[in-house]
């Protein structure tokens, strides 16, 4: 599949990932299982939270976190035992109380846009499990890695088109 190659990886996109895979990491079809494809992002959605402020935090005796609701993947070329991959993450939408972000993970000695994650992220209050609104400075931080309108819709139509 050729599909990945026309995707570019926007400008105000930050690395929130580096790492390989392991031959553990991969299937009975030799190529890595989705289960890892996930773990992999997990790990770059926390510091896509994190480029914002703590992940956790204490506010007015509140405990605040973040809470996934949504993921989209798109599986674009095969990743095998010994790829060295990189995730870079940038934001698509900032909301009252959630952010919606993709991601991009590319295999390292080729460049190529292996997958895609789209995902949307709220700012939760840990104690009433409830979402709440995201404050003004981490609304801010966001802003400053917010991929523009017309990337987002070329990016979209190349994953789907």
């Not at 929130?16 to 895979?21: D, L, P, S």
């Amino acid at each position: 599949m050729t599909l990945s190659e026309s995707i570019t990886v926007p400008a105000c996109a930050v690395e929130t990932f580096r790492g390989a895979v392991f031959p553990w990491f991969c299937d009975n079809m030799g190529h890595m299982a989705t289960q890892h494809y996930m773990a992999l992002y997990d790990h770059a959605l926390f510091h896509v939270v994190g480029m914002l402020g703590p992940v956790v935090s204490e506010k007015n005796g509140v405990k605040l976190g973040w809470a996934d609701v949504k993921h989209d993947v798109r599986y674009l070329h095969e990743l095998v035992a010994g790829d060295l991959v990189v995730i870079k993450s940038a934001f698509l939408r900032i909301g009252r109380s959630s952010l919606t972000h993709r991601s991009f993970m590319l295999r390292s000695q080729d460049g190529n846009v292996c997958s895609t994650l789209d995902a949307v992220t709220v700012r939760f209050d840990l104690t009433s499990r409830k979402a709440v609104a995201i404050d003004r400075k981490r609304v801010a931080a966001a802003r400053s890695l917010t991929m523009p309108t017309a990337t987002q819709q070329s990016s979209i139509s190349k994953l789907v088109g």
